[in-house]
């Protein structure tokens, strides 16, 4: 059976960046012998490693996002992650040395312009077929994506978790589907989706358990159920605003540059391929 693994770029090593750049000045972080910064790469990198041994991996993807300004959600809401900060300079550098190093070790990236890698992976792990897909982010959005064949893991409180379609239903007692109705009404200040001001943790995925969807919500609104009385009239006064925030967090699933891509292009290559001299050679280990 074949084992691909997606890997959120960006996520991962932003992680690993101010993991180990914590109360440090950038001088200090460590460089290799041409003066690169490495301390994100070396995270980046034995992480992968670690992944291909332990999930058995045939397959392996490092989804990067398109430029923010660029992606359809920012254009068509300029809003969208607006208040986020530029990333230090050491950081920026590492991503171009990490694609550099991807590149000479033959493991497949992919950047597709106008979207983000939540819509990269969820197209991959749609449409890859022949076996399991297995999803290496600390994203919580892409909890949607999950399924019979494809797992996410992700870290939290410093334990990683391997989390399953049938973990999310016992957990959260819904469809992974239905996520997207709850983030909706949630909304994501990290991201600047408003949500519904006022409905939070605890009344949104009750609201979602019992009425199904936004849309359904909204139809019953009318007769809402006593129990959510009080929320009443904030579901009628962010309705816009939940209707936004669900185009904002529905991830794109059928993105034809993904689904033009053939499996063989996502294979790992021979084990030769991956020579440890190669990492050695940017200083990231030692051999």
């Known amino acids: 059976m074949k084992h691909f693994v997606l890997i ?10 101010f993991a180990t750049a914590y ?25 992968l490693n670690q992944l291909e041994g332990k999930l058995g ?29 530029d990333l230090p300079e050491p950081l920026i550098d590492q991503y171009h040395l990490v694609s550099e190093i991807l ?8 950047q597709v312009d106008g979207y983000e890698a939540d819509d990269i992976i969820g197209t991959f792990s749609t449409h890859f077929t022949g076996g399991r897909s297995y999803i290496y982010s600390n994203d919580r959005d892409l909890f949607q994506l999950l399924s019979e064949s494809t797992d996410q893991l992700f870290m939290k409180k410093k334990k990683e978790y ?7 239903r016992e957990e959260y007692g819904i469809a992974p589907a239905q996520w997207i109705e709850v983030k909706a009404l949630l909304g994501d200040p990290s991201d600047n989706i408003p949500g519904c ?3 939070g943790e605890k ?3 009750p609201l979602i358990k019992q009425y199904g969807s936004i849309e359904e919500l909204y139809k019953k609104l009318p007769e809402l159920d006593p129990l959510f009385k009080r929320y009443k009239k904030k579901l009628e006064a962010g309705e816009e605003s939940v209707k936004i925030s669900r185009e904002l967090v529905t991830i794109e699933t059928n993105i034809e540059a993904v689904r033009s891509i053939a499996e063989t292009e996502t294979e790992l290559p021979a084990e030769g391929g991956r020579s440890p001299e190669i990492l050695a050679g940017y200083g990231l280990i030692k051999v």
């Open 197 to 199: 001001p006022g409905v």
């Open 23 to 47: 109360g440090k000045e950038p001088e200090s972080l460590p460089k290799n012998q041409e003066g690169r910064y490495i301390n994100a790469a070396r995270v980046f990198f034995a992480k």
């Open 203 to 205: 009344s949104a995925l």
């Open 57 to 85: 991996a045939t397959n392996m993807s490092v989804a990067w996002d398109g430029k923010r300004k660029d992606t359809l959600r920012n254009q068509e809401h300029a809003f969208y992650k607006a208040q986020r900060q």
């Open 162 to 168: 391997h989390f399953t379609e049938k973990d999310f």
């Open 103 to 110: 590149k000479e070790l033959g493991i497949h990236q992919l």
């Open 8 to 17: 959120d770029g960006f996520n991962l090593l932003s992680r690993a960046y």
